[in-house]
């Protein structure tokens, strides 16, 4: 199995950018997705999670009504749109895929329940 993310950068505050991950050697439409962050001297924290049916989301308070998860499984792709980007929003960000179901956002958080993870991609913003 392999996850690759990118479309990492440098981006001014307030601006955009669009994280993509590339799934293969599994049955992408069979997992749901997350996104995941860990800024320098911090732990990973979670940001995003699109179950496998379409529509079920999960995001993290801090993120909320600025990014946007979204998955295209004919193409075994995972997307965050990020709006509005903020200082602290600087991360190195992975995707990550989980087999199981979640009933509330308290799951999809938990790092540990995620089987595979992805190299991660750079995401720094200016002020």
């Known amino acids: 199995v392999q996850l690759q993310a990118y479309g990492g950068g440098l981006v001014q505050a307030g601006g955009s950018l669009r994280l993509s991950c590339a799934a293969s050697g599994l049955t992408f439409s069979s997992y749901a997705m997350g996104w995941f962050r860990q800024a320098p001297g911090k732990d990973r924290e979670f940001v995003a999670r699109?179950?496998?049916?379409?529509?079920?989301?999960y995001y993290a308070d801090s993120v909320e009504n600025r990014f946007t998860i979204s998955r295209d499984n004919a193409k075994n792709r995972v997307y965050l749109q990020m709006n509005s980007l903020k200082p602290e929003d600087t991360a190195v960000y992975y995707c990550?895929?989980?087999?199981?179901?979640?009933?509330?956002?308290?799951?999809?958080?938990?790092?540990?329940?995620?089987?595979?993870w992805g190299q991660g991609t750079q995401v720094t913003v200016s002020s």
């Open positions: 990550a895929a989980d087999r199981g179901a979640v009933l509330a956002r308290g799951q999809a958080e938990r790092a540990t329940i995620y089987n595979y």
């Open positions: 699109i179950d496998r049916s379409v529509g079920v989301t």
